[in-house]
C-alpha cells in the first residue's frame, strides 16, 4: 500500500488492509509512505485516536510501515516524529519499485 495523501485515504487505506488480512491472513503487507502520506505516522497526528489502534492491530499481524528519509529531510521532521511502529526507508519511491520487483503487487488507497 502505497499512502501519499491526506487523513481519509489514510483511514480507508488501512481499514482496506484489515479487510485483506481478514480474507487473505497470510498476505504480505509493506505500506509505504511519503510527502503527506506520513502524517498518520506520526505522534501528533490529529486523528491518532482513530488510526493508532488499526495500526497497532495490523502491526501484530505483521504489516510493515515504512516511512519514506527523503519526506523527513524536505518536510524538517525527526524519526522521534513517529509512532514506535514506524520503520524507514531510504526512497518511498524507490522501496515502492523494489517491493513491485520482488512481486508485491501496488496498491493506492
Not at 495500526?55 to 501484530?60: D, E, G, K, P, V
Not at 522521534?80 to 520482488?102: C, H, K, Y
Request: glycine fraction near 6%.
Amino acid at each position: 500500500y502505497h499512502i501519499n495523501d491526506s487523513e481519509h485515504q489514510a483511514l480507508g487505506g488501512l481499514r482496506n488492509i484489515r479487510h485483506q488480512l481478514d480474507t487473505a491472513p497470510n498476505t504480505k503487507i509493506v505500506v509505504v509512505a511519503h510527502a503527506l502520506g506520513v502524517d498518520f505516522l506520526m505522534s501528533n497526528y490529529k486523528d491518532a485516536a482513530k488510526v493508532d489502534p488499526l495500526i497497532s492491530a495490523l502491526a501484530a499481524r505483521g504489516v510493515d510501515f515504512e516511512v519514506c528519509e527523503i519526506t523527513l529531510k524536505n518536510r524538517k521532521l525527526k524519526k522521534d516524529d513517529f509512532i514506535m511502529e514506524a520503520n524507514f526507508t531510504p526512497s518511498g519511491v524507490v522501496r515502492i519499485t523494489q517491493l513491485q520487483n520482488q512481486g508485491y503487487a501496488y496498491l493506492k488507497p
